[in-house]
C-alpha cells in the first residue's frame, strides 16, 4: 500500500462544466476525509466519511457538491456547475478506527483550475 | 468563535540557526492538537500529536510543546531540508473527526 491516492492530480475545466475526483484511501483505514486548501490557506474540512456513511458535511459543501463512498473502500467529490471561486487543491485523507491520537494520512490533492 | 492562529507567517533561517513556530488556540475544548509539514504542490505530511498542556513530542530536529494556549514548534540546527510549510490544527470536543487548520508558517533554511 503506497498511501492515499488521489487522481486526477489536475483539472482545467471551464466554468459551468461538472468534475469528478477520486480518491482511494489506505486499504485498513476506515475513515475518510475530504478537504479544500486556497494558496496560502490551511486546509477547509468539506466532508467525512466512516465506512460508507457520510456522518459530517461542513456548511462550505454547497449543494453543488456531492461526495459518496459507495462500498466503504474509494470515494468520489463531485462539483457541479462549477464557479471560479471553486479553484482549489482538494485534498482526501484517510486515518484507521477509533482515537483522537492518530493523524490522518492526506494525499496529494487534485489541483482544479476554473476558467 | 473558535480560532488557530499561526505566527509568523514565514520565516527565513540560516542553517543551523534554531527558532520557534507558534500556533496559538482560542477553542472550547481541546481533544487534540496536531502538527503538519506541507512542501510545495503536496498534501500535508503528519509530524506530532499533542493532547494536554506540559506534553511534548519529538522527531529528528523537532520538538512539539503544548501549552493551555499555544503550542510551539522548535526547530534545532535546522537543515535546507526543513523547508517548507509547518501546520498546525485542532481537533475540538464536539466537533467531531474534523481538523481546524491554521494558516501555516512558510519557513525557509538557506545554506
Known amino acids: 500500500d503506497t498511501g492515499v491516492s488521489q487522481d486526477p492530480r489536475h483539472k482545467i475545466t471551464k466554468r459551468g462544466q461538472n468534475v469528478t475526483f477520486r480518491c482511494d484511501p489506505i486499504?485498513?483505514?476506515?475513515?475518510l476525509y475530504w478537504y479544500r486548501q486556497t494558496l496560502g490557506q490551511g486546509p477547509e474540512f468539506l466532508t467525512y466519511?466512516?465506512?460508507?456513511?457520510?456522518?459530517?458535511k461542513s456548511r462550505l459543501l454547497s449543494d453543488r457538491f456531492s461526495a459518496e463512498r459507495p462500498k466503504g473502500s474509494f470515494s468520489t467529490l463531485e462539483i457541479q456547475r462549477t464557479e471560479q471561486g471553486d479553484s482549489a487543491m482538494y485534498l482526501c485523507?484517510?486515518?484507521?478506527?477509533?482515537?483522537?491520537?492518530?493523524?490522518?494520512?492526506f494525499g496529494s490533492g487534485t489541483r482544479l483550475t476554473v476558467v | 468563535e473558535d480560532q488557530v492562529t499561526q505566527s509568523p507567517e514565514a520565516l527565513r533561517l540560516q542553517e543551523g540557526e534554531s527558532s520557534s513556530l507558534n500556533c496559538s488556540y482560542t477553542?472550547?475544548?481541546?481533544?487534540?492538537l496536531f502538527w503538519y509539514r506541507q512542501d510545495p504542490g503536496k498534501g500535508p505530511e503528519f509530524l506530532f500529536t499533542?493532547?494536554?498542556a506540559g506534553e511534548e513530542k519529538e522527531k529528528e530536529r523537532l520538538k512539539a510543546t503544548l501549552t493551555k494556549k499555544e503550542s510551539f514548534l522548535h526547530i534545532t540546527a535546522p537543515k535546507p531540508e526543513d523547508s517548507a510549510t509547518y501546520l498546525c490544527?485542532?481537533?475540538?470536543?464536539?466537533?467531531?473527526?474534523?481538523?481546524?487548520f491554521g494558516t501555516g508558517t512558510q519557513l525557509k533554511v538557506e545554506l
Open positions: 485523507a484517510s486515518s484507521p478506527g477509533q482515537g483522537v491520537g492518530y493523524g490522518y494520512t
Open positions: 486499504s485498513e483505514h476506515n475513515r
Open positions: 466519511f466512516q465506512n460508507e456513511a457520510q456522518l459530517e
Open positions: 477553542v472550547s475544548g481541546l481533544r487534540g
Open positions: 499533542l493532547y494536554s
Open positions: 490544527a485542532v481537533r475540538l470536543e464536539g466537533g467531531g473527526n474534523k481538523l481546524t
